[in-house]
């Protein structure tokens, strides 16, 4: 079964840290920007790297974008620029269209035109952090929707010696216990009696307000 192919257009500090992360994964990167130093930064490391302008129509369609499998448009400051090129990708018939926004309105707009995924990577990296701050016991915080989201929270001290039904985390707080990681060794739907020890990792799923409140609840005990 062929890789998948991937086409990065906008080179900035996003852009080139997602071309590079699919090369280290063995998948053919196809990098491009208008900026002939960011493209030979990384021509040694992607399959191919090319300097071209992405609101022009035909040079798109000339290096067969089509027939990519994803194209991720992180263009950085240009929002005009970002939204014109994520416009004509969609004319071309792109198949997956990846969108970096600035802000909400950016997003919108890029949702609305047809891109299959927007990201905002400032506001989701200020996100992880502000809940870290809060909670350090918390490793990661996934939004899933503006309702829902996954967390991974590492075994806080009143965790420790007790099993998931002492916890009683789903009557408290309607969250439900996913999985528990304990060193390489993951335990998928965990039993009510499975016992919660020092280093374990949580992965618990649920509505946003609901795991905000489990994170503030062990983050004060």
Do not use: W
């Not at 990065?8 to 063995?26: H, P, Q, T, Y």
């Not at 949702?111 to 996100?127: N, Q, S, W």
Request: charged share 25%; proline share 3%.
């Amino acid at each position: 079964m062929p890789k998948k192919q991937f086409a990065v257009i906008g080179l900035g500090r996003f852009g080139s840290s997602v071309a590079r992360f699919l090369s280290e994964m063995k998948y053919e990167v196809l990098a491009i920007d208008n900026n002939s130093e960011r493209v030979q930064s990384l021509a040694h490391i992607v399959t191919q790297a090319v300097t071209a302008d992405s609101t022009d129509e035909e040079t798109l369609r000339a290096l067969g974008l089509r027939n990519f499998d994803v194209v991720v448009v992180a263009i950085g400051s240009d929002i005009q620029a970002s939204i014109l090129t994520t416009l004509i990708l969609k004319e071309l018939g792109v198949p997956r269209l990846v969108a970096k926004a600035q802000n909400d309105l950016h997003g919108k707009v890029l949702a609305r035109i047809g891109a299959d995924r927007v990201i905002f990577p400032e506001r989701d990296m200020g996100l992880r952090v502000a809940h870290q701050l809060i909670s350090p016991n918390i490793l990661e915080h996934i939004e899933l929707s503006p309702e829902y989201g996954i967390v991974e929270m590492e075994a806080a001290s009143g965790m420790i010696g007790r099993n998931l039904r002492e916890l009683g985390i789903r009557a408290e707080f309607g969250c439900s216990v996913l999985a528990i990681k304990t060193g390489n060794r993951m335990n998928i739907s965990p039993g009510a009696e499975d016992l919660i020890r020092e280093g374990d990792v949580l992965v618990i799923v649920g509505r946003n307000q609901d795991l905000h409140r489990l994170e503030r609840s062990y983050a004060e005990s």
